[in-house]
């Protein structure tokens, strides 16, 4: 009786053994997916400057509100996120929460992001692990308000939207691409205007806008005439594979920055066909709406 | 009333029409319309390259080859305006200019040969529209900034 007892204890202590290696497993990521979707991520640019390196910080941010920069994501362990938890990344990257500091300015997307897998956050997080250690200090907003972060807050709790956590990554091509496009990609975030409390404006979801981020012109990317009725399926994956129009002409600005990635890191161009193209599927798919964005240079 | 919703009407017709056409005459409003004839026929060559039917190759690039041989006067020094996308570097490193502009020709006439001998049509194609880009990235502006 004695000699069973032990014996079922030793089991009970090697399965719990292999359910927290696999449970650690499930929890780690995986970094080879997650450089996947950082490329899809359109490499993350606001956190690289112009030149690089990948991840340190720097990229510049200019909002009505004040010019912010990106935080350096790299894993050193002063000037990065090098000791920060898993679980602490995570929340700054879904949840808009910066470790020691409170809510994030709306200038991250963390709100759009919110809408990721527990798998997908965790491979990205794997990821940015992987990426070369940086020792450079973060740049400090320009212009911010005064009690920022009860401002962010603020924000956050009247004006920013709030979507539903995807369980896992949709098989459907056009809901896979809609899940790129809102949650990964980040095209509705530079695509859609926002009013002038920096709200979205999803009554124009993905119809361009003049004061987009950098205070690019952004153009309307809905199915209508005045967006891009013409373009077919071929012609999206051709730009964001290459950065090339219908007409072969090459974007520039931001949109090239996600295509390309920055200082040498992955971007749109990097990532796997058959995501591109359910996010161009997608595109097809959204409702048209009329509005023509007028170019300030021609 | 009436005479006040009429000139606000042709007022805000006016600034519609300004704004639409906001290049000047001459040569910024000519390069301008040559560079959109170039994006026609780089998208003919696009569309023939998707479908794999390449007749409509040969012609475009001919078309295209002509018009770069046709640019460079329409930058004449100095012709900036606050709507054009022309960077002030064009005239700055004005004999890289030169080069790429007539590269352009170049690649463009190398791309008639390849769809008239039976060459690699999509090689050269995307040569030259590599040199556009390249052209792009260093003598235009964005949109918007």
Redesign the interface.
């Known amino acids: 009786m004695v000699a069973r007892t032990w014996l079922l204890l030793q089991a009970a202590v090697v399965v719990a053994a292999l359910g927290v290696r696999e449970s650690n497993a499930m929890e780690r990521g995986d970094a080879e997916r997650g450089r996947t979707l950082f490329a899809l991520a359109g490499g993350c640019g606001c956190h690289t400057a112009k030149d690089g390196p990948v991840g340190a910080g720097g990229g510049e941010v200019p909002t009505p509100f004040g010019k912010f920069y990106g935080t350096n994501i790299t894993p050193d362990v002063e000037t990065g996120i090098g000791t920060w938890s898993d679980e602490e990344i995570i929340a700054a990257i879904r949840d808009g929460v910066a470790r020691g500091k409170g809510v994030e300015s709306p200038a991250m997307p963390y709100y759009w992001y919110s809408g990721m897998t527990d798998a997908d956050v965790r491979d990205l997080v794997a990821y940015l692990r992987t990426l070369p250690a940086v020792r450079k200090e973060n740049r400090p907003h320009e212009g911010e308000l005064p009690f920022a972060r009860l401002a962010y807050r603020l924000w956050r709790t009247l004006f920013a939207p709030r979507f539903d956590r995807v369980r896992e990554r949709p098989t459907d091509p056009i809901a896979r691409g809609r899940y790129w496009v809102d949650h990964v990609s980040l095209c509705a975030d530079c695509h859609t205007p926002r009013n002038f409390v920096g709200a979205i404006r999803f009554d124009l979801y993905l119809a361009g806008s003049?004061q987009g981020p950098?205070?690019?012109?952004v153009p309307n990317i809905t199915p209508h005439e005045t967006g891009i009725a013409s373009w077919d399926e071929?012609d999206l994956v051709?730009l964001l594979r290459t950065?090339?129009t219908?007409?072969?002409?090459?974007v520039?600005?931001w949109m090239?920055e996600v295509v390309e990635g920055k200082g040498g890191g992955p971007g749109y161009r990097d990532a796997p066909e058959e995501e591109l193209r359910a996010i161009a599927r997608y595109l097809r798919t959204v409702k048209p709406i009329a509005h023509k964005i007028?170019?300030?240079?021609? | 009333m009436g005479w006040i919703v009429v000139g606000l009407l042709v007022a805000s017709a006016a600034l519609a029409h300004e704004r639409k056409e906001g290049l000047p005459e001459g040569p910024i409003r000519e390069r301008h319309e040559l560079m959109e004839r170039v994006g026609k026929q780089a998208k003919i060559i696009g569309d023939a390259l998707k479908t794999g039917k390449l007749e409509p190759v040969g012609p475009a690039a001919a078309k295209i080859a002509e018009e770069a041989s046709k640019a460079l006067p329409l930058f004449p020094e100095g012709s900036t305006h606050p709507r054009s996308r022309a960077k002030p570097e064009i005239w700055q490193q004005w004999p890289e200019f030169e080069k790429l502009m007539g590269q352009l020709q170049a690649d463009a006439k190398a791309t008639v040969a390849a769809a008239q001998g039976g060459g690699d049509v999509r090689a050269a194609a995307n040569k030259m529209f590599g040199n556009c880009k390249s052209c792009h990235d260093r003598f235009r502006l964005p949109e918007k900034e």
């Open positions: 003049l950098g205070g690019d012109k071929d051709q950065g090339f219908p007409e072969f002409d090459n520039q600005g090239a007028e170019s300030e240079r021609e």
